[in-house]
């Protein structure tokens, strides 16, 4: 119920107050009449795509969030314009992917200034991972007009409302139904998702030992708290064993339940992005959301799944990783590919 149910609902609220901020912002755009001079602008460049200016705020939305983006989508009154853009909304680069990014820079990239120490290495290579998806994007939609949504683009014709001072009543009840929307329709997607990859990663169980020492060290920090600090009959030594142990466990539990058998079954598809079985775990967990790849990797190489992108033991876990002949697992291309 705690790992399933309650994680699941937290899965879909985590999302709730940036989406919600994110549409208030929209509406107090629109209501004092900039958004639709903004989408006035961008039609002529969004034609080299093959799509309106009406495109252009789903795809400014999809950085925060491609949720609300695809949402977005619904202002668009062409068929074949509506369908691309809900196609590469997703390839913008939103802030679920950043701590996947940093992990991964900070891995790999080696901590290098370029042009006389005016750029550091690092932040270039940020820069370029969080507008690749906008480059790829492009010739995709521009391809995509002419092959799959072949067909004349409706006119792009607007009214200019006068600008005025956003009234807020009407902003903030946008921002209420959008909200509803986004927890009514995609969060009942979300919940799903989250429950079942949970239950994927939960079963078949293979060592009830792991929930006996999950209560035992729970029983310790609540003695702990209790004796400000003094564990008795248990040392400091003790606990952090007891924790390494629950955190193979864990690591064995995943590897060997369905979610793992997954990742192997799928290991061929990936083997050419460089991609083993561990990683596609990661990247089926992910689907309710993105960061979730991080916690899964801390999982599978038992450093827990309590790791952020800045942990140094999952960034040396991943430097050693190798294939079965001794060849690294993340490679430059395979990172990229990720």
């Known amino acids: 119920l705690t790992d399933g149910v309650i994680a699941g609902v937290g899965a879909v609220l985590v999302f709730l107050p940036q989406i919600c901020l994110l549409f208030l912002f929209i509406g107090l755009l629109e209501d004092c009449g900039y958004m639709a001079r903004a989408a006035w602008m961008m039609d002529r460049l969004m034609s080299v795509m093959g799509l309106s200016g009406r495109s252009f705020l789903p795809l400014m939305s999809s950085f925060a969030c491609a949720v609300p983006g695809i949402m977005a989508t619904r202002v668009i009154e062409n068929r074949r314009d509506r369908f691309v853009t809900i196609l590469i909304a997703p390839l913008m680069s939103c802030s679920a992917r950043l701590p996947v ?3 991964m820079i900070g891995t790999f990239i080696p901590d290098q200034m370029l042009l006389g120490g005016l750029l550091p290495l690092r932040a270039l290579v940020l820069f370029l991972m969080s507008i690749l998806g906008l480059v790829v994007a492009v010739p995709l939609a521009f391809v995509l007009r002419r ?3 072949r067909g004349e683009s409706s006119g792009f014709l607007l009214e200019l409302p006068d600008y005025r001072v956003p009234a807020l009543r009407v902003v903030l009840l946008r921002v209420w139904e ?5 927890v009514s329709r995609a969060g009942t997607l979300i919940f799903a998702a989250s429950v079942l ?9 293979r ?3 792991r929930y006996e020492l999950a209560a035992r060290l729970e029983a310790l920090a609540a003695d702990n708290a209790v004796m400000d600090g003094a564990v008795p009959g248990e040392t400091e030594r003790t606990v952090e064993e007891l924790e390494g142990r629950l955190r193979q466990l864990n690591a064995e539990q995943l590897e060997g ?3 793992g058998m997954a990742g192997r079954a799928v290991e061929p598809i990936f083997r050419p992005l460089g991609w083993d079985w561990r990683i596609g775990v990661g990247v089926l967990a992910s689907f309710p959301a993105r960061e979730v790849v991080i916690a899964t990797l801390g999982t599978i190489y038992s450093l827990g799944g309590d790791v952020d992108e800045g942990d140094e033991g999952l960034r040396g876990a991943l430097r050693a990783a190798v294939w079965p002949d001794g060849r690294p697992v993340y490679t430059i291309p395979a990172d990229r590919a990720m």
């Open 207 to 209: 060592s009830p030992e």
């Open 178 to 182: 959008s909200g509803w929307s986004f």
């Open 147 to 149: 092959t799959a949504f």
């Open 257 to 259: 339940s369905l979610l």
């Open 101 to 103: 990014y940093v992990l």
């Open 197 to 205: 990859v949970w239950a994927a990663g939960s079963f078949p169980v």
